[in-house]
C-alpha cells in the first residue's frame, strides 16, 4: 500500500511539472499575439503617408496619440516606419524597458542610407563600428574637468560668430546662422579647426550629409542620396588631409600635447602607445561624429529664439538672469564652468523647448530575439522605436502640454522618470548632451544681452522635413541692447 501511494505521488509530481512546463511554452513569446496595428499593405502606406502628414507639421504626438486611443490605451503599437515593420512604444515604462535592454533583448539600429552615407568605401561599417568609435572619441570629454576646459573656447567662438554675423545688421535668418555657429564650434571641439575656408567649404557638404539619413536611398545623380554619398567623401578627404597635416605636426614634436581637441588627444595617446589608426578610418568617424554634434542644437537654437520672440516675459527672466552673470565678471574675463552653473532659468527654458519642440524624434533598437513586452511579441528582427513625442506632450506626464512653461522643470514636483529623455537613455545615451547645452546657454548669454528681437512672420512654426527647422528659416528683426544696465 505505501509503495502504490509513493508510485501515485511520483507520477501526480511528474504529470504537474509537465503541466507547468506545458503552460510555459505556451505562454512564452512565439505564443503571444502581435501589437495592434498595421504593417501589411496597403495599410501601411497610409501609415507612412499620416506619419509625414503630421511630422510636417511638428504633430508627431498626435500620430501616437490617436493610435493609443484607437487600440485602448496600448503600451505600444504596431506601424510601417522608414521602411520597417516597427513598434513604437508609447510610455514612460516603455523608454525604461528599452533602454534597461540594450544588448539583452534589443541593440541598436539604423536606417542603411546612415551607414550608406557615412561609409560608401569599399569595406563595410557597421552601427557597432560606429557606436564605439563615437565611444572613444568622447572618452576624452568625459574627464571630470573636460566639460569646464571647453567653456573659454567655445565662449570664444561664440562671440566671434556675434561679431561677424550679427552686430551692425538689422535683420538676420536664425536657423542658418545657428547652423553655422553649432557647426564652427564642433569642428573646432573635434578638430581645432579656426581657417574659415575650411569651415565654409564643409558646412554646405555636411547639411547635405545630414539630409540623407532618412532619405529614400536611390543613388541616381541629382537624388538627395546621391548627393550626400559625393558630399560625405569630400568631407573624408578634407579630414584625412587635416589628420595627415596633424600627425605631421605630432613627428615634428609641435605641442600636440597642449591641445584639447579630440584628434590631438587621439594621434597623442596613439602615439605614446605605438598604436597607428588608419587615416581614413579616422576620417569617417570623425565625419559621422560632426554630423551628431552641429545639427540638433542649431534646432533648439532656433526653437528658443522663436519662443522667447512669442513670449517677451520670458525673455526679460533670461536677460536679467543674464546680466547679473556678466556683471559678476570683470572687464574681459572669460566666463566659468561656476558662471555656467548659475544660468538656471536660463537652463528650464532649454528644457522646456527640447519639450515641446525636440530636435530629434528618437532612436531605433533592433530586436535580437522575440520578446514579451505588455502581453505582446515583439518578433526577432522588427525595429523597435522609443519616440520622445510619446510622453513630451502627454498631459499624463506634463500637465498643460502645449504650453511652454520653463517653471515646469523649477518646481519641487518631480517628473516622472523617463517621460522626459531629450538626450535617450541606456547604453545610447547621448554622449555630448552636456557639450550641446553648453553652446546653448553660451548663445543665450549674449543674444539676450545683445538684442530684443520679432519674427519677420510672425506665425512662423517648427516643421519636421525630416529634421526638425523653421518654415522659413525663422528671419528676425533684430533691435540693439544700449547696455547691460538696460532692462526695458
Not at 429 to 435: E, F, Q, R, S, V
Amino acid at each position: 500500500m505505501e509503495l502504490l501511494l509513493l508510485i501515485l505521488s511520483t507520477l501526480l509530481i511528474l504529470t504537474l511539472v509537465c503541466h507547468f512546463f506545458y503552460l510555459n511554452k505556451q505562454n512564452g513569446p512565439e505564443k503571444l499575439p502581435l501589437p495592434p496595428g498595421h504593417v501589411s499593405w496597403p495599410f501601411k502606406y497610409f501609415e507612412t503617408l499620416d506619419y509625414l502628414k503630421k511630422a510636417k507639421t511638428d504633430a508627431i504626438h498626435e500620430f501616437i496619440a490617436e493610435r493609443v486611443h484607437k487600440y485602448k490605451n496600448s503600451k505600444c503599437f504596431k506601424t510601417y516606419h522608414i521602411g520597417q515593420k516597427m513598434v513604437f512604444l508609447t510610455s514612460a515604462e516603455g523608454n525604461k524597458f528599452l533602454f534597461s535592454n540594450d544588448y539583452k533583448l534589443v541593440r541598436s539600429w539604423w536606417p542603411d542610407t546612415f551607414l550608406k552615407v557615412l561609409e560608401n568605401a569599399g569595406d563595410e561599417i557597421t552601427i557597432e563600428d560606429v557606436t564605439r568609435a563615437r565611444k572613444q572619441f568622447l572618452s576624452f570629454f568625459n574627464e571630470p574637468d573636460a566639460l569646464a576646459r571647453h567653456v573659454a573656447i567655445t565662449d570664444q567662438v561664440v562671440q566671434d560668430h556675434f561679431r561677424r554675423y550679427w552686430d551692425g545688421c538689422n535683420e538676420v535668418r536664425v536657423y542658418p546662422l545657428a547652423r553655422k555657429l553649432t557647426f564652427d564650434v564642433s569642428f573646432r571641439l573635434l578638430a581645432d579647426i579656426r581657417d574659415r575656408e575650411i569651415l565654409d567649404e564643409s558646412l554646405p557638404l555636411m547639411v547635405q550629409v545630414v539630409r540623407a539619413f532618412f532619405a529614400l536611398p536611390i543613388n541616381f545623380p541629382g537624388t538627395t542620396f546621391n548627393r550626400a554619398i559625393k558630399s560625405s567623401r569630400k568631407l573624408r578627404k578634407i579630414f584625412v588631409d587635416i589628420i595627415k597635416e596633424r600627425r605631421s605636426e605630432l613627428l615634428e614634436k609641435k605641442n600636440l600635447d597642449e591641445r584639447n581637441d579630440i584628434l590631438s588627444r587621439i594621434l597623442v595617446e596613439n602615439y605614446k602607445e605605438g598604436k597607428d589608426v588608419d587615416d581614413v578610418f579616422l576620417a569617417k568617424n570623425l565625419v559621422a561624429l560632426l554630423s551628431a554634434a552641429f545639427d540638433n542644437p542649431s534646432a533648439t537654437i532656433t526653437s528658443i529664439m522663436k519662443n522667447l520672440a512669442d513670449l517677451p516675459e520670458i525673455s526679460e527672466k533670461v536677460r536679467k538672469e543674464q546680466i547679473e552673470i556678466a556683471k559678476s565678471k570683470a572687464p574681459g574675463e572669460p566666463l566659468s564652468m561656476k558662471d555656467i552653473k548659475k544660468m538656471k532659468y536660463s537652463m528650464s527654458v532649454i528644457s522646456e523647448s527640447l519639450r515641446l519642440e525636440p530636435p530629434a524624434s528618437g532612436t531605433f533598437r533592433a530586436a535580437i530575439e522575440d520578446f514579451n513586452y505588455e502581453g505582446f511579441r515583439i518578433p526577432k528582427g522588427w525595429k523597435v522605436h522609443w519616440s520622445i513625442h510619446a510622453t513630451n506632450r502627454n498631459p499624463e506626464y506634463f500637465p498643460n502640454p502645449e504650453t511652454f512653461d520653463p517653471s515646469r522643470f523649477e518646481r519641487n514636483d518631480p517628473i516622472v522618470p523617463y517621460s522626459y529623455v531629450p538626450f535617450g537613455g541606456g547604453q545610447h545615451i547621448c554622449p555630448g548632451k552636456d557639450y550641446a547645452k553648453l553652446q546653448i546657454l553660451l548663445f543665450m548669454h549674449h543674444a539676450v544681452r545683445k538684442f530684443k528681437w520679432e519674427k519677420v512672420n510672425p506665425d512662423e512654426q517648427m516643421i519636421r522635413d525630416p529634421d526638425l527647422s523653421p518654415a522659413k528659416g525663422l528671419p528676425v528683426r533684430l533691435c540693439p541692447h544700449a547696455c547691460d544696465n538696460e532692462l526695458a
